[in-house]
């Protein structure tokens, strides 16, 4: 037997849970590829994004598992497993959503500008970190660094949107998992005893 319920709470709640990273993903897109900010605001800023995106993630999670737990049967209980089967299929979706949103954002500025961009920004920040090197023995690696990475970057095939939706939910699937094992041990609920 389906059960209705399940699939319209992870299809619900995936979808918010995986809008909500699909904006914060285009915003960090935006911030490192075509905003004006420069090193080393533009690090701070995309870290501050990024712990912003965890602790969401985190959150969201948690509350959907806790409120999914709260609707079980009290006769029946919220077991370990079923929060953790809840919370890996939600990721799931999430990450088709990342995934989806990622690659429209590419598709959008044009695989040739986002190669450019990225680039660009690398470059940006070796010279940002060779300034930091007073002492000047550095340099030379930096400079080999720069060309490997641009060259890797460079070398890489253009992401099909099958690509981008695999990565994605591949990575949401993976951290989804290892916090499912958290919150699911914290959201599972014992059956109640009924006193007869």
Do not use: C
């Amino acid at each position: 037997m389906i059960d209705r319920s399940f699939w319209s709470d992870v299809l619900r709640d995936g979808a918010l849970l995986g809008l909500a990273m699909a904006l914060i993903r285009s915003l960090e897109n935006y911030i490192m590829l075509i905003s004006d900010i420069s090193w080393p605001a533009l690090a701070y800023l995309l870290m501050a994004v990024s712990v912003a995106s965890v602790v969401l993630f985190v959150w969201l999670v948690h509350r959907f598992a806790k409120r999914r737990s709260l609707g079980a049967d009290p006769n029946e209980g919220f077991t370990f497993g079923q929060g953790l089967i809840y919370i890996f299929t939600m990721s799931l979706l999430t990450g088709i959503l990342v995934g989806l949103a990622n690659a429209l954002f590419t598709m959008g500025l044009g695989y040739e500008n986002f190669v450019e961009a990225m680039i660009q920004r690398l470059e940006q920040s070796f010279e940002y970190i060779a300034t930091l090197d007073t002492t000047g023995v550095a340099s030379g690696s930096y400079e080999q660094m720069i060309d490997s990475v641009i060259e890797a970057v460079e070398s890489q095939r253009r992401p099909t949107l099958f690509d981008n939706i695999l990565s994605s939910m591949n990575n949401y699937i993976i951290w989804g998992t290892l916090l499912g094992l958290i919150i699911a041990r914290n959201v599972r609920r014992d059956p109640q005893q009924l006193n007869y």
